[in-house]
């Protein structure tokens, strides 16, 4: 039986860490693979207003629809819910000496960027996903 690096096993979504690499930009990769996190108010849809889904970028899985967006002032798309629970999943991230929870695609494992609740925003859930611009792609309404 001959041992296979990280880069030889497929990761969920069916792709290697190798092939997410050929597939996806630097800045892409380094948010979607490794949980980075784009700079605030400088990411391609922290503001926009167009109506339509909100798709993983990595593999296209719809995740949040325009309607749940809102101006949450933090400088990320911010969402009140996504577009099913099974969309998502949540992982407890205790990085940065704090707890938050991470918010990844179902469908590929990436991340999207983190919830948080308990705020105040006067929206149905009171939570916010605060979601990276270059972790989705809106395919607009027609």
Do not use: Q
């Not at 809102?70 to 205790?94: M, N, Q």
Request: contains cysteine.
């Amino acid at each position: 039986m001959s041992e296979t690096t990280r880069n030889d096993r497929p990761e969920p979504g069916g792709r290697t860490e190798e092939d997410w690499r050929s597939i996806l930009s630097p800045e892409e990769y380094h948010v979607l693979r490794e949980a980075g996190t784009e700079r605030p108010y400088t990411g391609e849809y922290w503001d926009t207003k167009t109506e339509g889904v909100y798709e993983c970028r990595a593999c296209g899985a719809e995740l949040f629809r325009s309607e749940t967006k809102f101006d949450s002032h933090c400088g990320w798309p911010s969402f009140y819910a996504p577009l099913a629970e099974d969309r998502v999943r949540y992982i407890k991230d205790t990085a940065m000496g704090m707890e938050r929870v991470e918010v990844r695609c179902a469908t590929c494992d990436s991340h999207m960027g983190h919830v948080f609740g308990g705020e105040g925003f006067p929206t149905p859930t009171d939570l916010r996903y605060c979601i990276n611009s270059v972790s989705v792609r809106l395919a607009p309404a027609s």
